[in-house]
């Protein structure tokens, strides 16, 4: 993101809010909107988003308010957003019938198009196609780039059958340790870390 040294960490925070609100407000048909009325959607006080917007340049004018379509542009390029993300799911248990039938991203990325699971045949209920792993070179939809992983068994193994896929990208939940290219992504969603280290602040901010 050009400038990203300039803008303070909690404005970066408060990007894909807007750009989040930005897509739905769309959706319903918005197409201009008043830094006040946009504040009002996303809690968020239009001092704080007037200051927050001029990071990126002049973007709307006094009196109009900013165009809808052109803040999300924007943003979409600041952020690097696909909206259009093949994502799939490799795991169909609790976690992962979780996510498949959350499968809502809020217009911020794409979305779940097909699972992956050892067992295919005893998922039931899915929204979305589920195959078996083993066949995942050969069913890895075109242009798919990201995998959600929540295996807990031959992770290694599977992480490397989905970069021969053609996965760039892995959100893992699993426990286990697994390596990849240097060109290849990892975001680790550790649960119990995350708890840890609100603990640790928790008991910082007490004493």
Request: glycine share 8%; charged share 25%; proline share 3%.
């Amino acid at each position: 993101m050009e400038n990203t040294k300039l803008v303070p960490r909690a404005t970066l925070h408060r990007y894909p809010v807007y750009l989040k609100a930005l897509r739905k407000l769309s959706a319903t048909g918005v197409e201009r909107i008043m830094s006040r009325e946009l504040g009002e959607f996303v809690g968020i006080e239009p001092t704080t988003i007037r200051r927050d917007f001029s990071f990126l340049g002049s973007l709307g004018k006094q009196g109009y308010g900013y165009d809808v379509e052109a803040l999300i542009k924007v943003f979409s390029e600041e952020l690097g957003m696909n909206f259009e993300e093949k994502i799939i799911l490799v795991g169909c248990g609790n976690l992962g019938k979780a996510l498949l039938n959350y499968n809502n991203w809020n217009h911020v990325v794409g979305e779940i198009v097909c699972a992956f699971d050892l067992y295919p045949e005893q998922v039931t209920g899915a929204s979305v196609p589920v195959y078996n792993l083993k066949d995942a070179k050969e069913l890895v939809p075109d242009g798919c780039r990201i995998a959600i992983l929540t295996i807990s068994q031959d992770v290694q193994e599977t992480v490397d059958l989905l970069v021969d896929a053609g996965i760039k990208g892995f959100v893992s939940f699993t426990s286990e340790h697994f390596s990849v290219p240097q060109d290849i992504q990892v975001k680790t969603i550790d649960v119990v870390s995350s708890i840890q280290e609100l603990v640790f602040e928790a008991n910082a901010e007490s004493k």
